[in-house]
Structures are given as C-alpha cells and as structure tokens.
C-alpha cells in the first residue's frame, strides 16, 4: 500500500503561481510513476502530468505545457507541482496518482491522494 498527501492548494490570481506537493508513505513510492490529474466542477477529471521512476522523463498535457513543471525529491518520496502564469481555468480539485503507466495515453494507478483545491481568480 502506498499512502498520498497532497499539500498546497490554495487561491491565487490569474497569472500567479502555487507549488504542490505529494508525499508518498507505505511502500516505497519513490518507485512508481506519479501524476497529478485534476477535476474541476462538471467536468470529467483529467490528466494533467507526469513524471517517470526510472529513467525520469516528463508529460503534461497541452493546456499547462510550458506553465507547469512536475519534478521529484527520491529522497523526500515527494514530488512537487510547480504551476506559474496560473488561469482560471486551472482551477480545480488536483489529485496526485501513484502507479500510472504510459501506453497511448496515461492510464490511472491505484494509489489517490485526497486531493487539493486550487482556485485561480481572474
């Protein structure tokens, strides 16, 4: 079992920025691939980013490339969300999700975070 904590949500203007963090407990999370996928009211939950155990590689979808930057601390078991030049329509409920694999598209894994509201305000 690998238990997920999301951290720093908040509310932000357009064209600020959050960091959030996902720390990892349980089993070693620090050996799965983790993402960050996010709901916002109405709407299905999508994918948002990525980022491999080994070797490192990233993802993002279209909307946020270029204004976020998914990265990892193996030592911390945590991974981080960096989210600059926010919109508001970032804004949403953000998971973290452990486990995901890459085939034509990301598929979930089975380790959720509880997630974090993020609202940007225009």
């Known amino acids: 079992q690998v238990q997920l904590v999301e951290s720093g949500g908040g509310l932000v203007q357009a064209g600020g920025s959050l960091r959030l963090s996902c720390a990892a407990s349980g089993r070693p999370g620090r050996e799965y691939n983790v993402g960050w996928f996010r709901q916002a009211p109405g709407r299905e939950r999508e994918f948002v980013a990525a980022?491999?155990?080994?070797?490192?590689?990233?993802d993002y979808v279209d909307s946020v490339r270029g204004r976020f930057t998914i990265s990892r601390d193996n030592a911390k078991n945590t991974v981080y969300l960096q989210m600059d030049s926010l919109k508001p329509e970032d804004t949403a409920v953000y998971y973290c999700n452990a486990g995901l694999r890459r085939g034509s598209r990301w598929y979930e894994g089975g380790y959720w975070g509880q997630g974090t509201q993020v609202t940007v305000s225009s």
């Open positions: 980022i491999t155990w080994n070797p490192i590689d990233t």
